[in-house]
């Protein structure tokens, strides 16, 4: 009898926080795994010991998601080292805050070149084959400051708003066939990014959360594991909010 084949995940940004939480989760739900990292190739290498502790084969690799031809590359890797992608998470993300009046140029390109060029080349990169075989779960990470902004981070903000359209767009154009593109939107969640907000910044933004907590990653991946299994076959073109009712 053939042996059972694993279905295969891709998820950028899996060496911390909501990719890192992904990529375990993923593995522990029975996908082989393929992540990408930045720069920081310890933190990748733990991640993929961890989840290669659940029986997955996984591939941590470096790439810029802000590159086509470095997603292109990660994406070729995938697919020779561990087959279709049935799955393709983007969570790798940036922040470059400042007040509108204070922004530099820089930041602003930065933060759309990773942020939304970046779920557009892992889309770009992966729908065709999906396409051919008539299946696949997209899941894209935005934010709530996507959907209702947030004061000092015009570049951010407008980046995951991006995404959100993007993601129904792109779910509109491939229902036919068999893929499903959905959207998660997470609010305060406790990682790297957010450990910058400190002291009274940190007290008001939990204050302003009913559920007076940050999520925690490991609660996002639910999510996102939700979202790109066949449990979710009917959801397409959502965008799930994720924030201890912070939008309320
Ligand atoms: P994080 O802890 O800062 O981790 C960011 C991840 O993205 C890291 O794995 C990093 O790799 C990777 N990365 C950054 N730039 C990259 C690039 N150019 N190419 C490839 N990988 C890159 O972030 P997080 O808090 O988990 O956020 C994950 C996603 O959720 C982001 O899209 C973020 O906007 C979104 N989100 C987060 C929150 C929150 O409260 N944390 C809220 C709403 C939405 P290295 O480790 O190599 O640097």
Redesign the pocket.
């Known amino acids: 009898m053939a042996e059972k084949k694993n279905r295969v995940a891709l998820v950028?940004?899996?060496?911390?926080?909501?990719?890192?939480a992904t990529v375990l989760r993923l593995a522990q739900d029975g996908y082989d795994v393929a992540f990408?990292?930045?720069?920081?190739?310890e933190?990748?290498d733990t991640v993929a010991k961890e989840a290669a502790g659940s029986g997955a084969r996984i591939l941590a690799r470096?790439?810029?998601?802000?590159d086509m031809e470095?997603v292109r590359a990660l994406v070729r890797a995938a697919e020779q080292e561990l087959g279709p992608i049935d799955v393709a998470v983007?969570?790798?993300?940036?922040?470059r805050d400042n007040p509108l009046v204070m922004m530099g140029d820089h930041d602003w390109h930065q933060v759309m070149?990773?942020?939304l060029d970046?779920v557009y080349h892992l889309c770009r990169s992966v729908v065709f084959e999906m396409m051919k075989r008539k299946s696949g779960s997209i899941v894209n990470?935005?934010?709530?400051?996507g959907v209702y902004g947030h004061a000092g981070q015009t570049n951010?903000a407008a980046s995951?708003a991006g995404i959100i359209a993007f993601s129904r767009s792109l779910a509109k154009e491939v229902g036919r066939y068999g893929i499903r593109v959905n959207t998660v939107?997470?609010?305060?969640?406790?990682?790297?990014?957010?450990a910058v907000l400190e002291g009274k910044t940190r007290k008001e933004a939990l204050a302003s959360v009913p559920l007076r907590r940050?999520?925690q990653?490991e609660e996002?991946a639910d999510l996102v594991a939700y979202l790109a299994s066949d449990r979710a076959a009917y959801i397409t073109g959502a965008v799930l909010q994720i924030d201890g009712g912070i939008a309320i």
């Open positions: 950028t940004g899996g060496s911390r926080g909501i990719g890192r990408c990292y930045q720069a920081n190739q933190a990748a470096r790439a810029d998601v802000s470095s983007t969570a790798a993300g940036i922040t070149d990773v942020n970046g990470l935005s934010s709530v400051a951010y995951k939107a997470p609010g305060f969640i406790e990682t790297d990014m957010t940050m999520g990653p996002v």
